[in-house]
């Protein structure tokens, strides 16, 4: 009796999940769309109808959510004016993206499949032409979820940053398509694909052509994995930057691999801020295919923003960001190392030059004494555009182990570590 009563119960709540469709009007949609959600914030499919561009005029923060779906079938607009936006970010009330979930369980963000509809347009050409920086807004914080997914999605022109999932906890993201690809001579600023916060996540398949970090591992993040995927334009596969303003980092586990790399400036990177401390340990590439790119593998503990002023003084300047058991494995491609100006370039120099790079290099590792171990670069295969010799920097007296080339400010010369 009890094992059937408990059958009934579970097909009750099954047939409990009911869809509903966010209304549109010719204004702001945005209250409606807030409204249907907080009514419905569980069991539920919440419906943008395929057929209708849906006009989202101001930013919204989701209720906690359970067993919900967001799904995206009809297509989204930011506002096309810029001003408009910048009220609202700069606000007191502006909940950090344009679109903010503040937490929930069993969560999906699901766009279409169909190549016309489900696109979000943020219109993010003209703040890339008037290079427009100010109260910039994120685009989607899928913030403190448990069991979510994030998966079809297509994000057209997006102003800045991309997809976030701070403090969540096992959440897989795929199949998803961000366009931040500019028509004209502009730059889309700090258009991040994925920043990555949070436990157990796994990003897969997803095509990224953008003016930043295709993928960024965050503070706090532990399990990540990255893979099948494609990056083109933007600033490659980063840890970090970590240890802003003396803060503790905390990186342990993330796997990246099976990704192409097309004219980034760099494949793999590790960026830790001058004077940081933490750890970030056990992280790998595998398997990476690089074209047109400068900097296939760059390590540095010297990281800076230009935005706030020249590159710093780091003469007898400690670094307490330790870096262990990091691996680069079965690199394949060709560096660019005919003369260029990325366009994200606003210094002179520009804030991503090395000094006395020749443009060769395969691999920088721009490390402090006592603060590395177990650096490996392995299966290392690279040619130049213009067929002049790999080279690599290393300065000796930062490493203890073999790290699979000869650590020199010179030719590439693999090692026993690097066969």
Not at 113 to 137: E, F, L, M, S
Not at 310 to 320: C, E, F, G, H, S
Request: glycine content about 10%; aromatic content about 12%; hydrophobic content about 40%.
């Amino acid at each position: 009796m009890l094992s059937g009563l408990l059958l009934l119960q579970a097909a009750a709540i099954a047939f409990a999940w009911d869809t509903f469709v966010v209304p549109h009007t010719l204004g702001d949609d945005t209250p409606g769309l807030l409204a249907l959600v907080t009514n419905h914030s569980s069991n539920a499919t919440i419906l943008f109808d395929k057929g209708k561009t849906y006009n989202i005029f101001t930013a919204i923060k989701f209720p906690v959510l359970t067993n919900v779906e967001i799904r995206i079938e009809g297509n989204l607009t930011y506002p096309t004016n810029i001003s408009q936006i910048q009220a609202v970010v700069g606000g007191s009330g502006f909940p950090g993206a344009w679109f903010t979930f503040s937490g929930g369980n069993n969560v999906t963000l699901r766009g279409s499949t169909d190549p016309k509809w489900g696109w979000v347009d943020g219109h993010g050409q003209a703040w890339w032409d008037a290079v427009q920086q100010v109260n910039r807004p994120h685009g989607w914080a899928f913030s403190h979820i448990t069991n979510g997914v994030i998966r079809d999605m297509k994000i057209w022109k997006p102003v800045a940053w991309n997809f976030a999932t701070s403090g969540s906890v096992n959440v897989r993201a795929f199949n998803n398509l961000i366009m931040a690809v500019s028509d004209t001579s502009s730059f889309p600023f700090n258009t991040d694909g994925f920043s990555a916060g949070g436990t157990n996540l796994l990003f897969e398949n997803n095509h990224i052509v953008n003016g930043d970090d295709c993928l960024t591992v965050g503070n706090g993040a532990h399990n990540i994995t990255w893979r099948n995927s494609y990056c083109e334009g933007g600033h490659g596969l980063s840890i970090g930057s970590l240890g802003s303003g003396g803060s503790v980092a905390d990186v342990t586990n993330v796997f990246i691999e099976k990704t192409t790399m097309k004219s980034t400036l760099y494949g793999a990177r590790f960026k830790s801020w001058t004077g940081g401390n933490g750890l970030a340990r056990n992280v790998t590439w595998k398997d990476i295919t690089f074209i047109d790119v400068p900097f296939p593998i760059y390590v540095t503990q010297n990281y800076w923003d230009q935005g706030v002023g020249p590159r710093p003084n780091n003469t007898n300047t400690l670094n307490n960001t330790h870096i262990q058991d990091f691996l680069f494995q079965n690199f394949v491609g060709v560096i660019r190392d005919k003369p260029y100006v990325e366009g994200s370039c606003v210094s002179d120099p520009c804030w991503y030059a090395v000094a006395n790079a020749t443009g060769r290099e395969v691999a920088i590792l721009d490390l402090y004494p006592g603060t590395a171990s177990n650096v490996v670069a392995k299966d290392i295969f690279a040619t130049t555009e213009t067929l002049r010799p790999v080279a690599v920097m290393c300065n000796s007296t930062t490493v203890t182990n073999d790290v699979g080339f000869k650590c020199w400010d010179g030719a590439f010369i693999r090692t026993k570590a690097g066969l």
